[in-house]
């Protein structure tokens, strides 16, 4: 599966989208088309809000790509060695990423077109939509509940769950810029 990486040769306009949510919870992102796995996965930590606290994978058909773990009784191949021109190459391709096995969030990122390379700087999130769950939440439907709790105050949970997320927490917010700011702090 892992070719010799190559100089970029364009960019990919991927949509991430958080599987079962609803409304979607998504992000449209462009990246080098010559991105290792590892390095995909700290511009997904950061494009969706997550703060990189658990083990996380890719999958493309039958094949794990991610941290090999020795302890682990099952086959993953390096995602350090695996670029993104790899496993998804024309315009339709996905991949599933999957963040926090307890946890279970999976995303679909799909590739929707191929742009020249000199069309944007990367990665940069050019669109995107709702805030990201909290980490830690229970998946997507601990976050649904956490959600009714935070939203109604006769909820019984609704004052510990609130100060669970800090006092507040907005579902629809989405920061492009600040996202985008994030990003100059990534090195590759």
């Known amino acids: 599966m892992a070719k010799k990486n190559r100089k970029a040769n364009s960019l990919y306009q991927l949509k991430v989208t ?11 992102l462009i990246v080098q088309d010559n991105i290792r796995l590892d390095q995909l996965h700290f511009v997904l930590q950061t494009a969706m809000g997550w703060s990189d606290y658990h083990l996380h994978q890719y999958r493309v058909g039958n094949d794990c790509i991610g941290i090999p773990e020795p302890d682990f009784d099952f086959d993953v191949k390096d995602e350090r060695k695996v670029y993104l021109h790899d496993i998804i190459s024309k315009p339709k391709d996905y991949v599933i990423y999957e963040y926090d096995f307890g946890d279970g969030w999976e995303h679909k990122i799909l590739l929707e077109k191929i742009l020249p390379l000199d069309s944007f700087e990367s990665p940069i999130v050019i669109k995107g939509s709702q805030a990201c769950p909290p980490e830690d939440c229970g998946g997507i439907w601990g976050y649904y509940d956490l959600l009714k709790a935070i939203q109604d105050p006769t909820h019984e949970e609704h004052e510990s769950m609130l100060e669970w997320v800090g006092g507040e927490f907005d579902p629809d917010a989405f920061d492009m810029k600040a996202i985008n700011n994030n990003f100059k702090s990534l090195a590759f």
């Open 18 to 28: 958080l599987i079962s949510s609803k409304p979607p919870i998504w992000r449209r």
